[in-house]
């Protein structure tokens, strides 16, 4: 069965440093997002991709993060420079949208992010 | 603003009893989910809810969507051990890129 898949599973950091989390998505999906889980809480949006642009973004995903999608498979997150609130657990999710066709995100299992 | 609240945020039970999750959203909302989530490991989607009245079932878990009241319920039957976990419900923006908005999620625990 397709899946999503994240590098790496555990970053550890140091606050002022740039990181790039990396994730495939499913390869005939459309939308690609980013979420991040800080420990013990709930499940945020950060971004979402659609078309090679982002097309939604949270008031979480200031100017410090970017993505990218470098190729056809990969799709990335960028921190320039982590702080320590940065913390978190980052999912990938995909999904496809085809006309009617009921759709659902795939979640990656997540990079955890350790900022030191 | 979609926003989504869950509760119990906490669930302590035992074997073989049944307990009720109930998540409410704050404006209209195309679909609900329900995703399982066990310690440090990713989301488990569960269930997708389409429209008024849909219930779905998969084993010892019931979820259901009323869209008029903005209530999806997630029913447990006869607990078992293994349902020990963080049961987070969403709810899709309408429109846009279509984002899940998470509830704070219900951490259960079935104790033998």
New interface residues.
């Given amino acids: 069965e397709p899946e999503v898949t994240q590098t790496p599973s555990h970053q550890v950091t140091q606050m002022g440093q740039e990181v790039i989390l990396r994730c495939v998505p499913i390869s005939n999906h459309l ?1 690609f ?1 980013w ?1 991040r889980q800080i420990l013990g ?5 950060l971004v ?1 991709f ?1 078309n090679n642009e982002i ?2 973004k ?1 008031e979480i995903f200031d100017d410090q993060f970017s993505v990218e999608r470098p190729d056809g498979s990969n799709f990335t997150l960028k921190i320039r420079s982590t702080k320590l609130e940065d913390s978190a657990m980052y ?1 990938c ?1 995909s999904s496809v949208t085809q006309g009617a066709l ?1 759709y ?7 990079t ?1 992010l350790t900022v030191t | 603003e979609l926003k989504v609240e869950q509760n119990p945020l906490f669930l302590s039970m035992q074997e073989g009893k049944n307990y009720t999750i109930y998540c409410n959203y704050s404006t209209t909302s195309d679909r609900l989910y329900w995703y399982r989530q066990d310690p440090g490991k990713s989301l488990e989607s569960l269930f997708v809810l389409l429209s008024n009245g849909a219930v779905k079932q998969e084993g010892r878990l019931m979820a259901s969507l009323d869209t008029k009241a903005r209530l999806s319920t997630l029913h447990i039957t006869a607990a078992v051990h293994d349902l020990s976990a963080t049961y987070f419900c969403a709810a899709i923006t309408q429109g846009g890129s279509e984002k899940l908005v998470f509830g704070k999620g219900t951490k259960l625990t079935v104790n033998p």
């Fill in positions: 939308y997002y979420y809480q709930k499940v945020e949006f979402s659609y097309s939604e949270s999912f999710a009921i659902e995100q795939y979640f990656g299992p997540g955890r």
